[in-house]
Nanobody
Framework: QVQLVESGGGLVQPGGSLRLSCAAS???????????MGWYRQAPGKERELVAT???????TYADSVKGRFTISRDNAKSTVALQMNSLKPEDTAVYYC????????????WGQGTQVTVSS
């Protein structure tokens, strides 16, 4: 099993920046079996949506709404993933969730508890 703990959320004004971090814990075998890690978000009344993902090899994907503003990065040795968010907009307000896709015979996706990001003046 893998446990994910996010940090770094908070209140920021439009145009500001925040950095989210997520650390994975568990057995070394489980952590070394993490394929992709990512960030998703869920705004009130909306479904959870993908923000960005990154594979163990460093390949990234981004939602169109965050391209050019957000950057995902990963430290495989430390089993951490980060999301640098710049030029934040009120529509970025949501609970942000860290995810880890683990492949050990089968595929299991683990989720963090979520961290609130509020963009407001």
């Amino acid at each position: 099993q893998v446990q994910l703990v996010e940090s770094g959320g908070g209140l920021v004004q439009p145009g500001g920046s925040l950095r989210l971090s997520c650390a994975a814990s568990g057995s070394i075998f489980s952590r070394n079996s993490i394929d992709s890690m990512g960030w998703y978000r869920q705004a009130p009344g909306k479904e959870r949506e993908l923000v960005a993902t990154i594979t163990s090899g460093g390949s990234t994907t981004y939602a169109d709404s965050v391209k050019g503003r957000f950057t995902i990065s990963r430290d495989n040795a430390k089993s951490t993933v980060a999301l640098q968010m710049n030029s934040l907009k009120p529509e970025d307000t949501a609970v942000y969730y860290c995810s880890a896709r683990v492949i050990i015979q089968s595929v299991t996706t683990y989720w963090g508890q979520g961290t609130q990001v509020t963009v407001s003046s």
